[in-house]
């Protein structure tokens, strides 16, 4: 009788901790999701900005219209895009090794 109290306060705890372990992973994973909205929204009005500073400074030029200004501006459009999906690309792999460290720690 007394190691079937034993048995059932250990499962009780086991499972109070495996509860706790699931709900601490989701809260990490939400918070992961913010942070990335987060940096997205900084790194598009980054971009903006930057693409704004060039759109200005063609004016201030007088090449506001001209075909070297587009190509200017359109390659600055280009690497950020490609900057910003690179980032994307690192952050999810960066996620997916600390899952999977937490999947195989203890």
Do not use: C, R, V
Not at 19 to 29: H, I, K, P, V
Not at 51 to 67: P, R, V
Not at 86 to 100: M, R
Request: hydrophobic share 35%; glycine share 8%; no cysteine.
């Amino acid at each position: 009788m007394k190691k079937l109290a034993i048995l059932a306060s250990a499962l009780t705890l086991s499972f109070g901790a495996f509860a706790a372990t699931q709900a601490s992973e989701e809260t990490l994973a939400t918070a992961h999701k913010g942070a990335d909205t987060a940096k997205e929204k900084l790194h598009e009005a980054q971009n903006t900005g930057a693409q704004q500073k060039l759109k200005a400074k063609h004016a201030a030029e007088g090449k506001a219209n001209s075909t070297g200004s587009k190509i200017s501006e359109g390659s600055q459009k280009a690497w950020h895009s490609t900057k910003q999906a690179a980032e994307k690309g690192w952050d999810k792999t960066k996620e997916g090794a600390e899952d999977l460290k937490n999947d195989i720690s203890p």
